[in-house]
């Protein structure tokens, strides 16, 4: 009874195609990571270069598929077949078999000549992208080119650095003077012009990521000890996104990152911005106490704010215009309101619409981010939850530089001893207790609990590097920083 | 050495006199329950063992799977942590691919290759029983790293001095099924050898490094079995697919296997002797150990599919009454994909910036290898055009087989194109496209193999309804889980990530698909518990249930220990199909009866010296783990590897004669032949 069922279980596959089919409305192809949608040149070769490969594969799908089930049906075994003659015992037609092979071999032909002229499309800036020669006339170290940055953007390939970490990218401008070195890179978050090829290099500082924004570019990987190339372009202004494809530890689902694709004009500007200082604080404010949490918790060792003269670390990513992110967290937190967010890209049917940032939301952002790994307490009195396992904020314990870090360190160290030597000593006087009454036990006992629970308690306030005020305090801080 | 009692013919090998050699070590032979299955040196009870190994890891691997399934069911889940969910999908996949898939297929190698040639036994029937202990040595070492994991989660590992020091505890490897460096191996410089991973990964290294050992003695002992221990008749072109397949199997694991024990060395030696191969602080090469694994990887592939696509090339003509179409041209094909096979791997590597050339070169490879593929599935249909195809569990899987198989293969080609894949590689797209090679395709054809074959291994017949559902809930639950996954990549979502956030359009079809990998969970739940209670409790069958083609057939089920009572002659290829059809009839030849079948003895140094890889394959994570004098369990494990070898030759050959049925009673078909 089941075999007639199963005899067409492979005509399943053809009601869910067409279920596949009809589900392909124009809101799942333009989420926000869609490779269907590509705002570029290079993701438009690639598309049609897929699209290529699908039409193949749909013919030749419907061809084998539809003979695979018309010979299944026709040539099933029918009642009566147990008398009927054997079949003929054949190996098979030569014929047959060359033209198959023929024929799949032009069915790849097809498919070669496309791939073999969009590997090339895709692998530099293409010679038609480049007005004038490619050799950096105009490097910043150059006479009136460091003035004439939005000319030369104009005229030339830009070329941006992309460095990946654990678990964040850098975005740095080299021809515009937005280095590391310089104390200017740009983190997660960087901004493309319209409709300009730019030149990317890759590079990773410790293991393997790669880099991918579906919408403007398919993937290229970031291997240390090489340097790796691509180039992309964004044709409409937009929020895209884009995301770490290669496993690079535990953290690699939150390695997230965006580019903003700006007319040319803006891009001008947000050059300016990021080349401008951070703003002095309001003199007592939560800002100031912030401002001094910042260089007393040590965070200023690795991160970098210009205006800030203790805060010039190059280790982390670059705070001095973090206020004015769309995300933090390597992209992993989202700085928008997720509401409005929605709404705007539902009503414009449009995933790089964005909202403005939200200043509430940021800020909750920015103390869940900073008070995670546990160094501060949530509302619950509980540590807080990580948010990216294994990032490395926290590593300052292993900043032992006499003087800067006076206050958690040692204390913690300790506070562990002295939780150790109470449990010691309760353990111990129990021990010696032994002989004497149950009362007198009871109260050894009770004795020794308290003091475990006291140290206990000590270990915990000397683990909790920021009290709730204090990660308020440096959450103001963090939000001048525009 | 004092063999000689052995040489009078016994009826049982309950019979045998004890035998001792002159070093005074015994030969198991007489044992039954626990001692013979441990050292036995049986083809078919070794293929039994393997299977069984198989099953059971396939549904660890698939508690992995549906774990990893449960995470994803809802943005921003918190079923399992990031770390955790690391370490499923590279226990999932190692898991699938090492014990699952590649000992299933060992599985029928052990049971059906010497059936089908004619022959009595393996040619190496101890080098045999140790490729299975070390398979299953090495299966527990990967696994026992879950057993640290647990323990250190629970805390026990706390009080120990050296768990204090460790930088990283992940103790189940947490580096991908692929391990790249250096997220695997090390950085630094000066032999630091500072790491970023725990001691998950030298369990993996070390597990994948004893499994490679398994996988080479057998492939060597398939090679020189088929070569060499054919019937005579029995000509190359005369081989059943099967036996072909597992031939050409052999042969891609000998030639990718060292590709992968260099790497792993290397990268043993980088994480535990501060070498550099692959740190790049040092000046080594990342991309090495890619073009390494890959090398061995794209034609494990192969080595994966390839035993499949024999079964199912033995199952449709049984099912479709008609030979095979185009016999030499399959079995070509086969040796087209598995040449091929070695010239593609960099398609794995499109994304790390090889450079326009060597990226088109590997793109039209890999097309290219599309059409022996292709050809494949063309004679499959052909076998089936103009046959009476009779719907039976088997064939039903087979031709799902061959439906998955297809769509996998349709992706593939899409993935062969360089600009396309670098959308799409690292992305769900890829998930979708290998899990229906390697699930719809290899699953369904080694499912189809068991139902078709454990008649012939148990002599009872598996439940066909329920084996029917079974099957549906397999084919449907895999469509649903895998099927919205190519949309999910084409939608931007990378794998290998353990959440992702809301707001991506990525919420439903996850939904969907960890539906579906529920269904496909309870399918092959169901299929597997069908099987292990036929092989106990199910109704007894005759010996030729489906009308086969090849010798096993000829045999009774289950099959006596000598195989074959007498030698058979071969005088064409579907040997037993002519024979019960055609004009040309299986000849046999005048030995057995009285003077008995020279069986070989069973042992136990195989187990012995695989025992040392399980020491070996402990002290290494140990010794990473900082455990003090760690390093002596692994030399000692060595020096078992060593003594159980050396006990092992001067043991002596052993064997005995055991009576045969065939001139006792009926008439010996050889007389009968037409010669």
């Known amino acids: 009874m089941f075999s007639r069922f199963f005899s067409r279980v492979g005509l399943l596959a053809a009601p869910f195609l067409a279920l596949v089919m009809a589900g392909c409305s124009k809101a799942d192809m333009n989420v926000r990571q869609s490779t269907l949608d590509p705002k570029g040149p290079v993701a438009k070769m690639q598309y049609d270069v897929f699209m290529d490969t699908v039409w193949l594969v749909v013919v030749l799908f419907i061809l084998v598929g539809g003979l695979l089930v018309y010979a299944v049906i026709k040539f099933r075994a029918r009642p009566g077949d147990e008398d009927a003659p054997r079949i003929e015992e054949g190996h098979g037609n030569p014929l047959v078999e060359i033209g198959l092979i023929t024929a799949s071999i032009g069915a790849l032909v097809i498919i070669a000549i496309p ?15 480049i007005p004038t020669s490619k050799l950096s006339a105009w490097y910043p170290r150059l006479e009136g080119a460091k003035e004439n940055y939005a000319k030369v953007v104009e ?68 291997v240390p000890g090489r340097k790796n190339h691509m180039w992309i372009q964004g044709d409409e ?144 009195g509980k540590p807080t939850k990580d948010v990216k396992p294994g990032n490395r904020m926290h590593f300052y314990q292993a900043f032992s530089v006499s003087g800067l870090n006076p206050t958690f360190a040692p204390l913690i160290d300790a506070a562990e001893n002295a939780l150790t030597e109470a449990q010691a000593a309760a353990a111990k006087a129990l021990v010696d207790a032994k002989g004497k009454s149950p009362a007198e036990l009871a109260t050894i006992k009770k004795a020794g609990d308290e003091k475990v629970v006291a140290a206990t308690a000590a270990l915990k306030k000397a683990r909790e590097i920021l009290t709730p005020e204090e990660l308020d305090c440096l959450a103001e801080y963090l939000l001048t920083l525009k | 050495m004092s063999h000689d009692s052995h040489h009078a ?45 198989a099953m059971f890891y396939f549904l660890v691997g698939g508690v992995e799977a549906l774990a990893i399934r449960t995470q994803l069911i809802r943005p921003d889940n918190d079923f399992v942590t990031a770390r955790m969910y690391n370490q499923l999908f590279t226990m999932h996949g190692t898991t699938m691919i090492f014990l699952g898939v590649m000992p299933l297929s060992a599985a029928f190698f052990n049971f059906l290759v010497p059936l089908q040639i004619g022959a009595r036994d393996v040619a190496f029937p101890r080098l045999n029983a140790f490729s299975l202990w070390t398979f299953v040595f090495g299966a527990f070492v990967l696994n026992a790293s879950w057993l640290f994991e647990f323990a250190h989660l629970a805390g026990w590992l706390n009080g120990f001095e050296w768990h204090k020091h460790l930088a990283f505890t992940d103790f189940a490897p947490a580096n991908g099924w692929f391990s790249y460096a250096p997220l695997s191996g090390t950085y630094g410089q ?52 099967f036996t072909w397949m597992t031939l050409i199997t052999a042969i891609l694991i000998i030639l990718a296997f060292p590709a992968i024990t260099v790497a792993l060395i290397e990268l043993m030696f980088d994480r535990a002797f501060g070498a550099n191969f692959f740190n790049p602080s040092a000046g080594g090469q990342p991309i090495l150990w890619q073009h390494l694994f890959w090398i061995f990887g794209h034609p494990e592939v192969y080595i994966l599919v390839l035993p499949a696509m024999g079964i199912v090339s033995e ?107 670098s959308q799409q590689q690292d992305s769900y797209f890829v998930i979708a496209h290998f899990h229906y090679v390697l699930l719809g395709g290899v699953l369904l054809g080694l499912m189809a193999g068991l139902y078709f074959w454990f008649p012939k291994i148990f002599g009872r017949m598996p439940n066909a309804p329920l084996a029917y559902i079974a099957s549906g809930m397999v084919i449907l639950g895999f469509n649903l889980a895998f099927g919205p996954m190519h949309y999910l990549g084409l939608a931007g979502m990378p794998r290998r990530t353990h959440t992702y956030h809301a707001g991506n359009g990525w919420e439903t079809w996850n939904y969907v698909a960890t539906i579906g990998a529920y269904i496909l969970g309870a399918g092959v739940f169901l299929a597997f518990a069908n ?144 010669h």
Request: aromatic fraction near 12%; charged fraction near 15%.
């Open chain 2, 190 to 241: 000066n032999g630091q050898a500072l790491r970023f991973t725990g001691v998950g990964t030298d369990f993996w290294i070390i597990g994948i490094q004893v499994l490679g050992i398994a996988s080479l003695a057998a492939s060597f002992n398939f090679i020189c079995t088929i070569i060499n221990m054919r019937a005579k008749g029995m000509t190359m072109m005369r081989l059943p697919v």
């Open chain 1, 237 to 380: 202004v937009g929020h895209y996104y884009g995301q770490c494809a290669e496993f690079c530890g535990d953290s690699h689902a939150y390695m997230l990152f965006r580019v903003e694709v700006v007319e040319p004009a803006e891009f001008a500007k947000w050059v300016q911005r990021q080349k401008a200082d951070s703003l002095p604080v309001v003199a007592g404010s939560k800002a100031e106490t912030g401002k001094a949490l910042f260089a007393a918790k040590t965070c200023m060792m690795c991160h970098n704010i210009n205006g800030n003269p203790q805060a010039a670390g190059v280790f982390a990513p670059d705070l001095t215009h973090v206020a004015s992110r769309k995300s933090l967290a390597g992209a992993w937190l989202d700085n928008r309101d997720p509401k409005a967010q929605l709404a705007k890209e539902q009503e414009t049917l449009n995933t790089e619409q964005s909202v403005e940032i939200d200043r509430d939301v940021l800020k909750a952002n920015l103390k869940k981010w900073i008070g995670s790994s546990g160094v501060a307490t949530g509302a619950d």
């Open chain 2, 315 to 421: 199952i449709l003509p049984t099912f479709s009454g008609k030979a095979l179409f185009g016999y030499p041209i399959i079995v070509f094909s086969g040796a087209v994909i598995g040449f091929l096979g070695f010239a593609v791997w960099s398609h794995h590597m499109f994304t790390t910036g090889l450079g326009p050339v060597p990226t088109a070169a590997f793109a039209l490879l890999t097309m290219a290898i599309a059409v022996p593929t292709g050809v494949k599935i063309f004679n499959w249909l052909g076998t089936i055009w103009g046959g009476r195809v009779r719907f039976t569990p088997p064939m039903v899987l087979s031709l799902g087989f061959i439906w998955m198989f297809m769509c996998g293969g349709f992706s593939g080609v899409m993935h062969s194109s360089a600009p396309a894949d």
């Open chain 1, 155 to 222: 005229e030339q390939v830009l070329e941006i650095d992309v460095i990946g970490k654990q678990w964040w990218f850098r975005f740095e401008y080299p021809q515009l003077g937005l280095t590391n070195d310089a104390k200017r890179s740009v983190p997660n978050e960087f901004v493309i012009p319209k409709g300009k090829a730019v030149h990317i290099n890759l590079r990773s500082e410790d293991v393997i990521h790669s880099f991918w924004i579906p919408k403007i570019a398919g993937k290229v990987d970031l």
């Open chain 2, 9 to 53: 013919p016994v009826a049982s090998k309950l019979e045998l006199a004890p035998e001792r050699s002159d070093l005074g070590l015994i030969r198991p032979d007489r044992t039954t329950g626990w001692t013979d299955w441990l050292t036995t040196v049986d083809h078919k009870k070794i293929g039994i063992l393997y299977g069984a190994f």
């Open chain 2, 531 to 674: 099987l292990a209670w036929t092989a106990f409790k199910g109704k007894k069958c005759a010996s030729d249930p489906w009308g086969g083609r090849t010798l096993e057939w000829s045999l009774p089920s289950p099959v006596p220990e000598y195989n074959f009572a007498q030698a058979p002659i071969v005088a064409t290829r579907d040997a037993y199909f002519e024979d019960k059809h055609g004009g040309k009839r299986i000849a046999y030849e005048n030995d057995g009866g009285e003077a008995g079948v020279h069986m070989p003895s069973q042992s136990w140094m195989p187990l012995v010296a695989s025992t040392g890889f399980l020491f070996a394959g402990f002290g290494m994570p140990m010794m990473a783990m900082g455990v003090p004098h760690a390093g002596w369990i692994v030399i000692t494990g060595l020096g078992v590897l060593i003594l159980g070898i050396w006990l092992w030759a001067v043991e002596g050959p052993g064997g005995y004669m055991l009576k045969t049925p065939a001139a006792s009673g009926s008439p010996a078909p050889a007389e009968t032949a037409a």
């Open chain 1, 115 to 129: 791939t073999l002229s969009a590997i090339w499309y895709d692998d530099d800036v293409p010679a038609e992208s």
